[in-house]
């Protein structure tokens, strides 16, 4: 089993940063650079959906249009944890943002059902 915990989420402003975490670890729990990562996000009433993926040793990130160039998702494997740098933020990035992890190989997914675990989410607020 493996778990993640998110931290970073809070209140901030429109055109303010945030700089999300994400923790793995587990009793089962193999190596972290053997995992794909991502995060999604869910807001109010809506599904859940993709933000952004980093590959296994962090050579390949792949992002939702909607936050291209606003966004940076990275990894340090020594500290078994995954990071999103959001900036220039908007009201309509409120949302719970989940980490994910997903243990098959070669694949980096952009699709929720491609991820075995996930966190407990954390939350994120924009303001207008």
């Known amino acids: 089993q493996v778990q993640l915990v998110e931290s970073g989420g809070g209140l901030v402003q429109a055109g303010g940063s945030l700089r999300l975490s994400c923790g793995a670890s587990g009793r089962t729990f193999s190596t972290f650079s053997s995992y794909a990562m991502a995060w999604f996000r869910q807001a109010p009433g809506k599904e859940r959906e993709f933000v952004a993926a980093?590959?296994?040793?962090?050579?390949?990130?792949y992002y939702a249009d909607s936050v291209k160039g606003r966004f940076t998702i990275s990894r340090d494997n020594d500290l078994n944890t995954v990071y999103l740098q959001m900036n220039s933020l908007k009201p309509e990035d409120t949302a719970v943002y989940y980490c994910?992890?997903?243990?098959?190989?070669?694949?980096?997914?952009?699709?929720?059902?491609?991820?075995?675990?996930w966190g407990q989410g954390t939350q994120v607020t924009v303001s207008s």
């Open positions: 980093i590959s296994r040793r962090g050579f390949s990130t």
């Open positions: 994910a992890a997903d243990a098959a190989p070669l694949r980096v997914g952009v699709r929720s059902m491609e991820y075995a675990y």
